[in-house]
């Protein structure tokens, strides 16, 4: 039963390095591991009667006392399997009358049921065993940022004291004015023709003048004053030269622009 048995203990219990670990007996009708033994005796394929209790008891002292080693776990549960076995024995060398054939058969479940609560708990222990060890194979995530906001301003303010202070500051602020950006002043058409009126009607000025001559003094002031001055001087020597209330000349283009008060045969010309 050499290769049988191992083959047949790996299919019946999982496991086998367990079972390889557990007392191998060599008794009349069998040979194999205990678990494997007390498996077949359950499953009533092998012979208790056939098998010797005394041989049973001296190798299974023989290997505890071998294994210093041992496991004390492992070593109660080899001693339970060889005291059921022992007892199944003894039910069959020592029937009892009027029994009914059914307690075997409940031993023999109660038995079943002890063994694989016992794999379950052989499973359990490798799997726990293998998962990842936290500070080993996985590690915890470090403590986070405390974020907690500590008041040391040692105000102390209420609702109304607050709710008063914001109602005072939107009062103030409506108050405000809107800003408005200064407006710059310049000189004006009709600025410049009672300019021109005041040029002609001095007795000391003869002759031809410039017209940028008008030109005021605030005109010096940004170069878009003095645009809007020279313009203003130009629209104002047109409309008073279509009046006939001034002369202008200009020799080329883009030469300086003279004046003049009207002369007598300009005034001929005109009222011919």
Known sequence: MGEGSNAFSSAMVPGGADLESAPHLSLTGFEGPLDLLLDLARAQKVDLAQISILQLVEQYLAFVEGARQIRLELAADWLVMAAWLTWLKSRLLLPIENEPDTEAEDAAGLLQGRLQELESIRALAVWLDDRPRLGEHVFARGYGE??????????????????????????????????APPRP??????????ALHRLLNASEVAGWQKLTSLLPAQSAASPRARAAAMASALVAGLEMAKSGTVELRQDSVFAEIMLRAPQGDFQEVTES
Not at 185 to 194: D, G, I, K, M, N
């Open 185 to 194: 002043r310049y000189w004006t058409v009709t600025e410049a023709v009672s």
């Open 146 to 179: 405390d974020m907690t906001r500590i008041d040391r301003s040692g105000l102390r303010v209420d609702l109304m004291g607050l709710i008063s202070a914001y109602l005072a500051m939107t009062r103030r602020r409506g108050l405000k004015r809107i800003y």
